[in-house]
Structure formats: structure tokens, C-alpha cells
């Protein structure tokens, strides 16, 4: 069974930035893709970004483009997201997200194989 940890969220103000950790229990490489997806009270999960391991390509929540990147480091067995010129409306808890099958790799898709706990972030005006 695949874990992943997340780590790296907290209390910001409006402007400041953030940078999220996904820690995985086996090589991240095996993965078709790995997500960040995040959700706030009384709302749907929302897909944030993804990476595919064998492109590199990377797709964005129009939400965040611009202002957020994903990326992975299999060495480490870890997946980022560094989060700028954060707001208040980014406020949410932060899930990362693997898949070994590409069709569920889709922002829309929200039916990942593995996820993780979550880590909170809030953004203050």
C-alpha cells in the first residue's frame, strides 16, 4: 500500500508564499502522475495542478496559473508545490494524489488511486 505525506502548510498572509512536500512510501517514477488537489469547507475538491512522470508536462487549475508549480523529485520520492502571491480564496486543506493509470490523471478526475492526509494552509488578508 502506497503512502504519501503531506507537509509544508500554514498561516500566511495575502502575497506570501508556500511550499508543499508530498512524501511517498516507493519510487514516485512508477507513477503516471502525481496532483495536488485541495479543498475548502462546504466545497467540492478542487484539482490544483498535475505533473506526468514520463513528459514532464505539467497542467494548472486556471485558478492558480501563473501563480503556483508543481514539481517532482524522484530521487527524494517526493512531489512540490510551491505556492506564490498566495490569497485568500487559496485558502484550503492540500491533498497530493498518484496515479499509476493515466485516466484518472485529469484535473477534473478526483478518484486518484492513492491520496494523502491533507495539509491545511490559510491565507489572512
Known amino acids: 500500500q502506497v503512502q504519501l505525506v503531506e507537509s509544508g502548510g500554514g498561516s500566511v498572509q495575502a502575497g506570501g508564499s508556500l511550499r508543499l512536500s508530498c512524501a511517498a512510501s516507493?519510487?514516485?517514477?512508477?507513477?503516471?502522475?502525481m496532483s495536488w488537489f485541495r479543498q475548502s469547507p462546504g466545497k467540492e475538491r478542487e484539482g490544483v495542478a498535475v505533473i506526468f512522470d514520463g513528459s514532464g508536462n505539467t497542467y494548472y487549475a486556471d485558478s492558480v496559473k501563473g501563480r503556483f508549480t508543481i514539481s517532482q523529485d524522484n530521487a527524494k520520492n517526493t512531489l512540490y508545490l510551491q505556492a506564490n502571491s498566495l490569497k485568500p480564496e487559496d485558502t484550503a486543506m492540500y491533498y497530493c494524489a498518484a496515479n499509476y493509470d493515466g485516466a484518472r490523471c485529469g484535473l477534473a478526475r478526483a478518484d486518484s488511486d492513492y491520496w494523502g492526509q491533507g495539509t491545511q494552509v490559510t491565507v489572512s488578508s
Open positions: 516507493e519510487y514516485i517514477g512508477t507513477f503516471y502522475c
